[in-house]
């Protein structure tokens, strides 16, 4: 299937925003929410909304929190697509799409597990030496990487654990704890599809399903159900009077274009605030926002403009593996810098130097590692496809 540009670019922005989130908790917490909301605020020749509107987009693109709501939200509506373009389920669709999923998933979290493990056996990890050095000590970064490396837990945290019973505190790579969520929303969403498929009242049953999902508290599931539900209701059509209605509104409100634009964007930017006082939990919070950053992408072309352009959709075809290897490049490679320098310029210097050296990496993980994985998962969908 043909990538979407848009979408591709929403990714990257949102896997950037999650490296430098986490380069926050590793060097400058103190730094981007403290001086440099400082210095902006002394700023006396900005206005209070100009202020206000720059420490929010600080925030938006530091939020690694909302970008991974977004990561599921997107990868349920992408992978829904195939689904409502194909018409109608493939009979073992049960079996392949899942197996599909596992090992498009499998090779690249193996590998970067792998390569987290060669940089711990080799010693190369400097990140607790940093931690302690810091006052008071990072207890964050510390409490990574706390025990010995161990092939066979490699393995088995590769195949299994990821997969099916995340742990932090044995986890080879930290930011892993979002692919049970992806896997097991997959899995989910390939059931709907085969079992509810286009039954005329399956807009009813997904709003079942959704409240179901709040009051039991599986929001990540949840996001996999809205992003599915939206790309039904994008692809499919349907004799369903309030589905009618709502696409006719939305034509209406399509019509303002740059002011549907210039609104949204403000709402998003102050979505977080929104959601506090409406006393929001945080997790919802962050799904609504990102549920209504993904729509908003969806239905306007300014947004899809910027996201179009060069770099987002540079970012988003290496945004798998930027998310996948940056935490053991910090852990290693920026940590030894500032272990070395512990300044602010040394600081500065690290994470420039790591954010260029995970960029680079990324490009060759994409290639020879993720796109392999990719092109493998395919084959072997369809051979069982075949077989069947």
Request: aromatic residues 20%.
């Amino acid at each position: 299937m043909k990538k979407i540009k848009y979408l591709e670019g929403l990714r990257g922005i949102a896997a950037f925003a999650v490296l430098l989130g986490h380069l926050g908790i590793f060097f400058f917490i103190p730094f981007y929410e403290i001086r440099l909301f400082a210095v902006i605020n002394n700023a006396f020749f900005l206005p209070y909304f100009i202020k206000a509107i720059i420490i929010h987009i600080v925030i938006l693109f530091t939020n690694g929190e909302l970008a991974v709501w977004i990561f599921w939200l997107l990868s349920s509506y992408v992978l829904s697509i195939a689904f409502f373009k194909a018409g109608r389920p493939h009979k073992n669709a049960l079996l392949v799409y899942p197996l599909k999923r596992y090992i498009r998933l499998l090779i690249p979290v193996f590998f970067s597990i792998f390569f987290a493990y060669l940089l711990l056996s080799f010693g190369l990890m400097y990140h607790q030496k940093v931690a302690l050095s810091f006052n008071p000590p990072n207890l964050t970064i510390n409490s990574l990487y706390n025990f010995k490396p161990d092939l066979l837990e490699v393995i088995w945290s590769a195949f299994f654990t990821t997969f099916f019973n995340y742990t932090r505190a044995t986890s080879y790579n930290t930011v892993l704890w979002t692919i049970q969520a992806e896997f097991l929303g997959s899995i989910f969403i390939f059931a709907m599809f085969r079992i509810i498929g286009k039954n005329a009242k399956r807009f009813i049953i997904y709003s079942l399903i959704a409240i179901i999902l709040v009051i039991i508290n599986m929001l990540p599931l949840l996001a996999f159900v809205i992003g599915y539900a939206l790309c039904d209701y994008d692809f499919s059509t349907t004799g369903n009077t309030i589905i009618f209605s709502l696409k006719k509104m939305e034509i209406f409100i399509q019509q303002y274009k740059l002011l549907f634009f210039a609104s949204t964007v403000l709402l998003i930017l102050f979505g977080r605030g929104i959601m506090n006082f409406m006393k929001i939990s945080p997790d919802m919070g962050l799904l609504i926002v990102g549920a209504f950053v993904l729509y908003c992408c969806l239905r306007n072309e300014y947004y899809q403009k910027i996201l179009s352009a060069k770099l987002p959709y540079w970012l988003g075809e290496i945004s798998f593996s930027l998310y996948l290897i940056h935490v053991p490049i910090f852990c290693s490679f920026a940590c030894f810098i500032v272990f070395h320098y512990n300044s602010l310029e040394g600081k500065i210097v690290a994470s420039v130097s790591s954010i260029l050296l995970t960029l680079l990496l990324s490009i060759f993980y994409a290639r020879y590692i993720d796109k392999k994985a990719v092109a493998i998962s395919h084959k072997i969908g369809n051979y069982f496809k075949k077989e069947s």
